[in-house]
């Protein structure tokens, strides 16, 4: 009766121990400890099945350590097939010659026999293999104890326990995953389709545009839009911008292209009072004013080399110094960058840095051109002609089927940016009320001058306002450019009654560039 009594509480007290348990891992390692105490044990380990059922793994010992359950070389595959325990003596082991059996041999502490006991569940589910290491036993003797049997059954109730909460947890994070992730495209879904207010278009290249816009969003890191001139990559960096944390504070511009060299540096970096010759007072540059906002710098190819391994040290550390000041200034901005120009051909011809390039396009972003989305043409054409109503209070109200198929014939090398001005003076031309028309387009006298280009004959050339010399009195190119840009600002103010905003969004410049360009050229307002 004593001894009984002893058995009765060492039961209990396993038990217990056993239920205590709070993960898999601990109950095993636990009932293996029980194992060798109780029953004298030299080692115990537990072989898992996993998850595909095809492989026995032995943590406990080496993770490395499997043993194929279809390889019939060593007895474990046997034990599992028919679902009877068995015993195994080290001269048998040793004329299977199997690495793994020779393996748990050799760690088990000088036993000369195992038993091997297949472990299932109520339902009859393989769980794995109990494996019993000890020096001369007597193996039917030991498993016939009510202990043994009693301590065998509790260690598979908790194995499935844990087994199944561990599965009703993985099922929970799965389901909290997948609703997760179905609020974030939700939300993606949301914010691209108030972005297609301003990145207008039905095209598949469009939507993956604006998709790849909000993820880029949501990050920090840099981003580089690369298309050609007038597709849009203006509208991308403030769709970046608007979108992401740093909506509330600045977006600043800059058009490397815009600004001469020798001034880039100085509207970039800023400059300390008595920097130069007439410079009475300090003035902060656009790094700094971009300071927990977006600076977008457009036109980065046009940027100098010299000046291009100092924006390298800016975006590596966020420090930098204004022109003749003693200290370091920081800002904390989220840079994006454009060009039209094929970057990787100006890196190797020696003219754009390599590391920049690297540095700049964490996040690469391409805009392909309109003439790649024919199928987005409808859908700007109207967005242009409201956006024009709601600016003039007037205006027509659509745009008829003859005079989109006139446009679908037309390639737009200046993409939506022609497209748009062609649209505003078909809108000029157009009584109010009414549709724009095949013959309000200007497009017999784009494509003519499309099909020109290059043969034009100077003698004949327009002039397209005065001040701009004839095409065969050209001797300076640079400042014929110069003049002919200042006679298309000048027009253009004149178009929009000296408004230097509307004028501006008409040229696809920001304000800022252009007045910078006015006072370059000598432009008043007026024209």
């Known amino acids: 009766m004593g001894r009984m009594q002893m058995e009765l509480h060492t039961g209990i007290d396993l038990a217990v121990e056993l239920v205590g348990q709070r993960d898999r891992a601990t109950l095993l390692a636990c009932a293996t400890a029980q194992l060798e105490r109780v029953f004298g044990l030299s080692r115990c380990w537990v072989l898992e099945l996993d998850a595909s059922g095809r492989t026995l793994l032995c943590p406990a010992l080496d993770a490395e350590l499997a043993f194929e359950c279809d390889d019939f070389s060593h007895p474990f595959a046997h034990v599992l097939r028919e679902g009877k325990a068995r015993a195994l003596s080290s001269a048998a082991c040793a004329r299977l010659d199997h690495a793994g059996l020779s393996r748990l041999f050799q760690a088990s502490r000088g036993a000369d026999s195992l038993w091997i006991q297949p472990l299932r569940s109520a339902d009859q589910r393989t769980l794995g293999i109990l494996v019993l290491c000890g020096v001369d036993p007597v193996w039917d003797a030991l498993v016939a104890q009510p202990l043994f049997d009693g301590l065998l059954s509790l260690i598979t109730l908790q194995w499935v326990a844990h087994r199944d909460r561990d599965d009703r947890l993985w099922q929970q994070r799965l389901l909290s995953r997948s609703l997760s992730s179905l609020r974030d495209n939700e939300t993606e879904r949301q914010k691209s389709d108030q972005l297609a207010r301003s990145l207008v278009g039905q095209s598949r290249a469009m939507a993956d545009l604006r998709g790849q816009v909000i993820r880029a969003a949501g990050s920090q890191l840099s981003v580089l839009v690369q298309g050609e001139t007038g597709c849009g990559k203006d509208l991308v960096a403030r769709g970046l911008h608007d979108f992401s944390e740093r909506s509330d504070g600045p977006f600043v511009v800059v058009n490397c292209a815009a600004i001469p060299d020798s001034l880039l540096e100085n509207e970039l970096f800023g400059h300390a009072k008595g920097a130069f010759s ?31 391994s100092k924006l390298l040290r800016v975006l590596e550390t966020r420090q930098f110094r204004p022109l003749g000041a003693r200290d370091e200034v920081h800002s904390d901005f989220r840079l994006v960058a454009a060009t039209h120009q094929p970057l990787q051909e100006r890196i190797g011809d020696g003219a754009f840095r390599r590391d920049l390039f690297y540095r700049l396009s964490q996040f690469p972003l391409r805009v392909k051109p309109l003439r790649e989305r024919p199928e987005d043409l409808e859908q700007l054409c109207r967005h242009f002609v409201r956006i024009y109503r709601e600016r003039e209070g007037r205006g027509p109200l659509g745009i008829s089927s003859h005079a989109l198929e006139h446009l679908k014939q037309y390639a737009f090398p200046g993409n939506v940016r022609e497209l748009r001005n062609v649209i505003e003076f078909a809108c000029v031309q157009t009584p109010a009320q009414e549709d724009i028309q095949a013959e309000d387009l200007r497009l017999d006298a784009l494509a003519a001058s499309e099909e020109t280009d290059g043969e034009l004959d100077l003698d004949d050339a327009p002039v397209p306002q005065p001040g701009v010399p004839a095409l065969h009195d050209i001797d300076d190119l640079r400042a014929a450019a110069q003049a002919f840009e200042a006679a298309v600002i000048s027009a253009r103010l004149r178009q929009y009654g000296g408004n230097r905003a509307q004028a501006a969004e008409s040229l696809g410049l920001p304000k800022r560039t252009l007045a910078h360009k006015c006072q370059k050229f000598n432009v008043s307002e007026a024209g």
């Open 278 to 308: 007439g410079a009475d007072a300090a003035k902060q540059g656009l790094l700094a004013q971009a300071d927990g906002g977006t600076l977008f710098l457009d036109e980065i190819g046009d940027m100098p080399m010299a000046l291009q």
